[in-house]
Structures are given as C-alpha cells and as structure tokens.
C-alpha cells in the first residue's frame, strides 16, 4: 500500500507527536506514505476568509502532486480531509477547475478529478482486509474505556465525505476502539465541536466547549478520548487545564491521537508513538492498560 501522505501543519508543528505515531504505524503495517513536502495549508478558517479561490487553487495543488504520483492522497488531519473533500466538490465545475488549472500549470500541475483524499481512518478499514487488520492486533487495550472524539469535518457536510458510498465512515472512530480491544463510551459531545476555532476570538467560550465534552466523557466512565484531529486535540490536552478553570472542576483525561490508539493495541512501545508529549499525563492510562 503506497500513499502521497499529506500530514497537515499541525503535525508538523504544534502536534508534532501524531506525526511520529503516524510514521511508526505506517511502518509496522506496510503502508508506504509519500510526504508531499511542497504541499500548502489547507487554509481552513484562514484563507478561506479572506480569499476562497486562492484556497481552492492550493488545495487542488496539492491533490495535483498526488495525482502526478499516481497515488491516492492520504490525510490525518479531520480539518485536512474535510477541506480537501470540499475542494473536490467545487472542482466538479469545468470552467471553475480550468481556471484553476491555469494557476497549477506552471508547475506542471493538473487537477483531474482522477485523486480523492481520504483520512487514514478510513485508510485502515478499507485497504487492509479485515483479517489482516485484526491480526496486527499484539496487545489488546481490554481494560480501557474509550470515548470517540470525531470532531466537526471528518462528518460533515456527509455529501462530500463518500458516506453514502462508504457508510461506515460513520462510526469508524468506534469501530478503532472496538479494533483494540477497549469498550466504547458514547456521549453527547462525541460528534460536537471542541471549540478550537474561537480560541483566539472568544477564548473562554472555546475552553468551556473543552472542558464541557472532557467532563462529560469522564461522567460517563471514559479513560481516556480518541480523536483524528490534531486541532481537537490541541484543544482538549494542550488547553485542558484552561479549561477546567472555566468550568470549574478537575479533568485529568488523557487526549490520545488515533495512530496513537492504533500503535499501542499493535504492540508499539509508547515512547515512538510520542505519548510522553502530551500535557496530560498518559502514563496512568499505559498502567491501566497493562502497558510497561
């Protein structure tokens, strides 16, 4: 399995811990991932204000280069795949994707169409045969309880996300944890938005969207959550001592990255799936699990 890898800017900068879980899963599996270095921002939030056709003619680039590569173009980023499946469906359009492609020639770049993004979610449950899947399972997470942070653009708009070709995509971040052995645990804010997108606009708002999903999941007996979002988990681990203060009352739960979940239940010892870069505290939840 071989795959143009987009890893998204927060991997690469703020999260850098997803980016060496992704590496060491795709690694232990035999997925091939094909960084494309020259690749953009998807400008989710940022560009798109300002400037929506410079948004789509960056995006476009860069499902371009996987093309030219003859691979299919894989994201673990929820806002990445979300941006990225939009683009798709605006380059629906002849005259808009031509004139799009006038921007893209002077590199030699074409967007066909022919190039669909896909999160590695989806990735794991659709390219490797379930047997196969089930059978890199070495260390089964039984004793954990788990709750699935999707986030907001790995759901919706669902016409753009192949749901109804691919239905499953709609509980896939249950289907992982039920994968590693561990028991889901479902509440309101699962599918809710952390808050991340009024960080810096309305700040005590967001950490109380953030604190208001963590406390939630920890009423309802989660361990830890699992989102594949970087910028969810930026929110909910990096601002979560933030947001206890506004909601006032203590969390303390461990915020894990999908390869991270993925990695540990494969048997891959937790210092290369970076969970001693979290800020809070993974290593009660590696005691519970039985991991050393």
Request: charge should be neutral.
């Amino acid at each position: 399995m071989k795959y143009a890898f987009w890893p998204g800017c927060v991997s690469r900068g703020a999260a850098p811990e997803l980016y060496t879980a992704t590496k060491a899963v795709a690694e232990h599996i035999g997925m091939e991932l094909v960084e494309l270095e020259a690749a953009a921002c998807t400008g989710a939030g940022i560009i798109s204000d300002g400037d929506p056709y410079l948004q789509d003619v960056l995006n476009a680039r860069t499902l371009a280069m996987a093309s030219k590569l003859g691979l299919p173009l894989i994201d673990i980023c929820s806002t990445c795949i979300g941006v990225h499946s939009l683009a798709v469906e605006k380059l629906e359009n002849e005259e808009y994707r031509a004139r799009i492609n006038e921007r893209l020639a002077p590199e030699g770049l074409e967007y066909t169409g022919d190039t669909k993004p896909r999160h590695l979610l989806w990735a794991l449950f659709e390219d490797l045969e379930g047997d196969r899947l089930r059978s890199l399972i070495k260390r089964p997470l039984a004793e954990l309880k788990l709750g699935p942070f999707y986030g907001c653009y790995i759901l919706r708009p669902e016409r753009v996300l192949g749901f109804a070709e691919h239905p499953h995509r709609r509980r896939s971040l249950e289907s992982a944890i039920e994968l590693v052995g561990a028991s889901v645990v479902t509440y309101d804010g699962m599918t809710k938005c952390c808050g991340f997108p009024i960080l810096t606009t309305n700040k005590r708002n967001s950490l109380a969207m953030a604190g208001g999903h963590v406390g939630e999941a920890k009423d309802s007996g989660a361990d830890a959550l699992v989102t594949p979002c970087p910028l969810c988990h930026l929110n909910l681990d990096a601002q979560q001592y933030d947001a206890a203060r506004v909601v006032r009352r203590k969390l303390d739960l461990p915020i894990l990255h999908l390869p991270q979940l993925i990695g540990l239940a494969m048997g891959i010892e937790p210092d290369k799936l970076g969970l001693d870069g979290h800020v809070v505290n993974t290593k009660p939840l590696l005691r519970k699990a039985g991991v050393r």
